[in-house]
C-alpha cells in the first residue's frame, strides 16, 4: 500500500530513528537578520560540500553518515519575518514557549502538596535553566547532527562546515550540547531506552510485533488531511505552506541522578526482601535488557528478539481477549515509568491508547558505574531528549502533568508520581508495588527526585516545503 | 488554582448563571476530604461538577434539541462508557425552555480532558452546539482552543455533595468488581454490568 505521507516533505528522525547514528549534536543559533536567518535555511535545504541537506524521511539506499535537521522556536519563526497572521495561527503553548509554560503550570498550584505543573519547579524551575530559561540568550534555531562517531566520525567535520554557514549567514552560535548512546545501546540507569515508539500510520518501513494500534497520523504530523484522535487535525490556522507535513518537539535536557537510582533500588531491595533488579523492573515497568515485565515479571531471561519488546499489553484487549490482565497490576504496578506513561490496553481514564509520543533520546556526560566505595564523580550526567508530537499540550504537557506528576489517571496511584521521572517532595515520594501475594502491596516512601530538568525549548520542526516557505519570506 | 465557589460568569455578553443565594455557598464548598496525610491526590481531581448552560438561538427549536439527544442517546452513553472518568451526566431544559443545562460529575481537570470527551462522543457536541447562540466554531475538533474558552465561559462549577467523595469512577468499577477489557466496552443488550440509564435523556 503506498504510505498515506509525502516522506520527500517530512523531515527525517520523526518517523523512524537514525537508529545506527548513536551520536549527536545540537547547535543552538540566534538569528541577527531575517535576510541572515532565510538564507541559513535556504543553505541547510541545499546543502554544501561539508554539510549534507536537510534530511527527508524518504526511503535510503545506502545510511548516510550524517543526518541534518531543523527546528525552530516561536521567537526563531518571529526573527524571520514571518508574518502576524501566520505567527497567530499557532498553538498558544509553542507561541508562550517552554518556560513560561512551565512557570504557568506552577503558578496554577496551591501548595507543594497539591499539583506541581509539568513538574519544572524547584531546582527544575525555568530560572535555574542553562538553555531555554529567563536567564539564558534566546534561541531561534536548534541544529541537529546525528553521526556514527565510532564508525564514521562526521560530528566535527558538519559542524565546521555549519559554522562557515553561520558566518556567511551572520548568525551567532548560542551553545552547543553533545550526546552519545552508549556502545550497549543503554542510557543512564543502565535500561535500554527508545523501545516503545509509536508506530504512526503511513510509517515508512515494516511494522514491528506491537499490540498496540498505530497511532494516527494527525496525532503527530501538522496538515489539513492528517485526523488526531479527537477527531481533529493540529494544523489549525497555520499556513499550510508552511504547517503541512510539520510537527513540534520538545527539547529537554534532563539530568539524571543514577547514584540516588541505585541506592534507592538496593535500600528498597533491602526493607522489602527483594532483589534490587527487581525493584528496579517494578519502578521502570522493564528490565534493563529491554524485558517487560507484563511478558517476564520474574527475571529478564524471556527470549525475546529487539523486535518483540514492544509487543506485550498489560491487559486483554478486543485484538489480543486472552492477553494475561493485569488489572492489578502484579506483574507491572501501575506507577510504573511505563505503564504510566503508556498505558497502553490497562485501566485508565480517557481516551484509550491515546497521548502517544515520539522519543529521541540521546545521553549525554559519562556513564556511571555504581560502586558504594566509591565517591561521586560530580559529572552531570543525563539525556538530551526530543519530545516529538503534534500538540504539546495534548500530548506532551498532558504526559508530565497528568500522568507523570498527578495520581487518578489509573488505579492505585493514589499519593505517587512517576517515581522515574516525577517530581518528588522533600524527604521523597511514593511508590507501590502490589506483589499479588500475601504481601499485599508493598509501599516505598522515599522515591528521591531522580530527573531534574536543566534546559527546554518548544520547537516546531517544518516539513521541507515549510522550511523552503521561511528561506523564502512566502509566510 | 481556580476557585470552584465563586461561579458567576459572565463573558462576552454570554447569558450568565444566577447568582447562588449567600447562604448556599457555604453548602457548594464543601470539598472531599483530602486522601491523607502524605496524598499528592488534588481534591480538585475527583468529582469534578461540569455544568453547562446553554442558551438555545430560539426555544423554539427546542423540540428539535430534545429529539436529537434522545436520538443520540445511545452514542452519549457510550462515550461516557468509554472514558471512565463521569460519574454521570444529564441534560436539563430550563423552565422557560430557552436554555439547555448540560450536568455532569467527572474526574481529572477539565482542561486536560476535554478533548476526550469531544473525541469519544463523534459529533454530538457539534450537533448540539448547532443550536446553541453564541456557539464556538464547529467542528469543535477543528478548534479546540475556542472550544475549550467557551465551556470554560459557560461552566458554572460547584462542587460535588457526594455519597462516595474520595472515589473516582475508575475505583467504582473497580469495586464494583468490573475489570479488564470490561471495563472498556459497552456490555450487550441483556448483560448489564453497568447500569443503563432507566429514562430518558432529559431526567
Redesign the interface.
Known amino acids: 500500500m503506498a504510505p498515506l505521507v509525502d516522506l520527500n516533505d517530512i523531515q527525517g528522525n520523526i518517523l523512524r530513528g537514525y537508529r545506527r547514528l548513536g551520536d549527536v549534536r545540537y547547535l543552538l543559533v540566534s538569528i541577527n537578520s531575517v535576510a541572515g536567518g532565510r538564507q541559513l535555511l535556504d543553505t541547510m535545504l541545499r546543502g554544501t560540500d561539508a554539510v549534507p541537506a536537510v534530511e527527508t524521511a524518504a526511503e535510503w539506499d545506502e545510511h548516510p553518515a550524517a543526518c541534518v535537521n531543523v527546528s525552530l522556536t516561536y521567537p526563531g519563526l518571529q526573527a524571520l519575518g514571518v508574518s502576524e497572521v501566520a505567527l497567530q495561527g499557532f ?2 503553548a509553542f507561541q508562550q514557549g517552554s518556560a513560561a509554560r512551565s512557570t504557568a503550570s506552577a503558578d ?3 501548595a507543594p ?3 506541581v505543573g509539568i513538574g519544572d519547579i524547584g531546582d527544575s524551575a525555568p530560572e535555574n535553566w542553562v538553555i531555554g530559561g529567563p536567564n539564558n540568550p534566546v534561541v531561534h534555531v536548534v541544529i541537529s547532527v546525528f553521526t556514527d562517531e565510532a564508525t564514521v566520525p562526521a560530528r566535527e567535520s558538519v559542524s565546521a562546515g555549519l559554522r562557515d554557514v553561520f558566518t556567511a549567514c551572520a548568525v551567532t552560535e548560542i551553545a552547543v550540547r553533545d550526546g552519545s548512546t552508549f556502545p550497549d545501546g543503554a542510557v543512564h540507569f543502565g535500561y535500554r531506552d527508545g523501545i516503545a515508539q509509536p508506530q504512526v500510520a503511513g510509517r515508512p518501513g515494516p511494522r514491528r510485533p506491537d499490540m498496540q494500534p498505530d497511532a494516527l497520523t494527525g496525532d503527530f504530523l501538522l496538515g489539513r488531511g492528517f485526523r488526531n ?5 493540529y494544523l ?1 490556522a497555520i499556513p499550510a505552506a508552511l504547517g503541512d507535513n510539520g510537527t513540534y518537539m520538545a527539547f529537554r535536557i534532563l539530568s539524571q541522578d543514577v547514584r540516588a537510582f541505585e541506592e534507592f533500588i538496593r535500600r528498597t531491595g533491602a526493607r522489602f526482601d527483594m532483589e534490587p533488579e527487581l525493584v528496579a523492573a517494578k519502578m521502570v515497568g522493564r528490565w534493563r535488557n529491554g524485558v517487560p515485565l507484563s511478558v517476564s515479571p520474574n527475571d529478564d531471561l524471556a527470549p525475546l528478539t529487539d523486535g518483540q519488546l514492544n509487543a506485550f499489553d498489560h ?4 485484538d489480543h ?1 486472552t492477553n494475561f ?1 493485569d ?1 492489578d497490576g502484579a506483574r507491572c504496578p501501575f506507577g510504573a515509568h511505563i505503564r504510566r506513561m503508556n498505558p497502553r ?1 490497562g ?6 491508547h ?1 497521548r502517544r509520543i515520539i522519543r529521541r533520546g540521546v545521553p549525554y556526560g559519562p556513564k556511571f558505574d555504581y560502586d558504594p566505595a566509591v565517591p561521586d564523580d560530580g559529572a552531570e550526567r543525563g539525556l538530551l531528549g526530543a519530545f516529538i508530537c503534534g500538540d504539546l499540550v ?1 500530548q506532551f504537557e ?1 504526559l508530565q ?2 500522568w507523570a ?7 492505585m496511584l ?4 512517576d517515581p522515574l521521572v516525577g517530581w518528588q ?1 522533600d524527604g521523597g ?2 511508590f507501590s508495588i502490589p506483589t499479588g501475594d500475601s504481601r499485599g502491596v508493598l509501599t516505598s ?1 522515599d522515591v528521591p527526585r531522580l530527573v531534574t530538568t536543566r534546559g527546554s525549548l518548544y520547537l516546531f520542526m517544518p516539513g521541507i516545503g515549510g522550511l523552503r516557505t521561511l528561506a523564502t519570506g512566502g509566510a | ?1 481556580r476557585s470552584t465557589v465563586d461561579v458567576i460568569v459572565d463573558h462576552h455578553g454570554q447569558v450568565a448563571p444566577p447568582p447562588l443565594p449567600t447562604g448556599a455557598r457555604d453548602l457548594f464548598s464543601l470539598a472531599p476530604g483530602a ?2 496525610g ?5 481534591n480538585s ?2 468529582q469534578n461538577a461540569l455544568n453547562l448552560w446553554l442558551p438555545l438561538k430560539s426555544r423554539a427549536q427546542f423540540p428539535a434539541l430534545q429529539a436529537l439527544l434522545e436520538a443520540r442517546r445511545a452514542d452519549f452513553h457510550a462515550g461516557v462508557l ?4 463521569i460519574h454521570f451526566a444529564r441534560f436539563l431544559p430550563s423552565s422557560d425552555f430557552s436554555q439547555l443545562m448540560v450536568i455532569t460529575s467527572f ?3 477539565i482542561e ?2 476535554l ?2 470527551f ?3 462522543m ?1 459529533g454530538l457536541f457539534n450537533d448540539i452546539l448547532q443550536y446553541i447562540a453564541g456557539a464556538p466554531p464547529l ?7 475556542l472550544f475549550a474558552e467557551f465551556v470554560m465561559q459557560h461552566n458554572m462549577p460547584a462542587k460535588e455533595i457526594s455519597a462516595y467523595p474520595q472515589l ?4 467504582v468499577l ?1 469495586l464494583s468488581g468490573i ?3 470490561s ?3 459497552q456490555p450487550s443488550p441483556g448483560n448489564h454490568a453497568l447500569p443503563t440509564p432507566s429514562t430518558g435523556s432529559f431526567g
Do not use: C
Open positions: 498553538p498558544a496554577e498550584t496551591d502538596w497539591f499539583g484522535t479527537f477527531q481533529g487535525n489549525g491487559g486483554t484487549t478486543i481477549p490482565d488489572s490496553g485501566p485508565v481514564i480517557g481516551i484509550q491515546n495534548a498532558f502533568k497528568v506528576n498527578m495520581d487518578i489517571s489509573a488505579p493514589r499519593g505517587s508520581r517532595p515520594g511514593r516512601h | 488554582m486522601w491523607d502524605r496524598s499528592v491526590s488534588l481531581q475527583v468509554g472514558l471512565r472518568n474526574d481529572g481537570d486536560s480532558y478533548m476526550d469531544v473525541g469519544s463523534a467542528p469543535v475538533e477543528e478548534h479546540p482552543e473516582t469512577t475508575l475505583e473497580r475489570r479488564g477489557n471495563l472498556y466496552h
